[in-house]
């Protein structure tokens, strides 16, 4: 099993790269990159398809063929504003040009040329509460199954407040056994608010075959490639975090933990 933590390189250019051979899966990958202003990145998107997300920042985007101009918005994740994105098919090339310091997040998993490039938010997606009491959360749904705009990817954000928890009822989607449950790799990328704050996440299953507990920091990825996968916020932490997952199907679906049945 691949290390279900991983620390960023460092703080500047190239700070991921997962790989679906590095994590040991089959389907998504996922990457990040910390520009400054006039720093540019280009790839080929090969068989895959790709989300860019703007983390944080702003940057010139040319992908498919067609400039897309800049895109960007929000200079801190935190003000919890929807992100500008943009999705690349594959067989594509892509490249970005920071127009300030930027955080761009590249999401990726199999394409199969089912759909064009387009830009994706900040109009339409809108600020949404799930949960209540110390589990309430705030989502930015990017590109989940309602939205008809990947091939393979699923994409939100989540803003958890402070003492809060989510990913909760603890849950996995880690069978292909459609509707009752399906099989769904998954990345987490986590920021804290403040900067030099923690939270903490497990990755477990039911027979205890996996189980790790994980003291995420800020920019940290956690890799699921199979169990239940909740997280929590220390009083005084703010926490987001951008998912990504990917499978044999796009649809999401899951099973409560046998010890949160009653919460589910």
């Known amino acids: 099993m691949a290390d279900l933590l991983r620390r960023p390189f460092g703080t500047h250019g190239a700070v991921h790269r997962v790989t679906p051979a590095d994590a040991g899966w089959r389907y998504v990958g996922f990457a990040l990159h910390r520009l400054r202003p006039g720093e540019r990145i280009a790839e080929a998107t090969g068989d895959r398809e790709v989300m860019l997300v ?14 897309w101009g800049v895109l960007g918005e929000r200079m801190d994740v935190f003000e919890r504003t929807p992100p500008h994105c943009l999705y690349v098919p594959n067989d594509q090339d892509w490249a970005a040009e920071a127009v300030t310091d930027c955080t761009i997040a590249v999401c990726s998993a199999p394409g199969h040329g089912g759909h064009p490039a387009r830009r994706i938010g900040p109009d339409g997606i809108t600020l949404t509460q799930r949960g209540e009491g110390t589990n ?3 989502i930015n749904n990017i590109a989940m199954e309602a ?17 809060h928890w989510s ?3 603890s849950h996995r989607h880690d069978e292909d056994d459609f509707p009752r449950i399906t099989y769904l790799e998954e990345t987490y990328y986590h920021r804290l608010n ?7 996440q497990r990755v477990y299953t039911d027979d205890g075959s996996l189980d790790e507990v994980m003291a995420v920091r800020n920019h940290d ?11 929590g916020a220390p009083h005084g932490m703010e926490l987001y975090y951008l998912n990504v997952m990917a499978g044999p199907r796009r649809n999401w679906r899951f099973v409560a933990a046998p010890e949160m049945a009653h919460l589910a």
């Open 54 to 67: 703007m983390v944080e920042g702003k940057a010139a985007l040319r992908a498919a063929g067609q400039d």
């Open 136 to 138: 309430t959360r705030w």
């Open 147 to 163: 939205e008809d705009v990947c091939d393979s990817l699923l994409v939100t954000e989540v803003f958890t407040p402070a003492g």
């Open 167 to 169: 990913s909760y009822p």
């Open 194 to 200: 403040p900067a030099g704050g923690w939270a903490v």
């Open 221 to 231: 990825v956690v890799l699921v490639p199979r169990g239940h996968h909740p997280c």
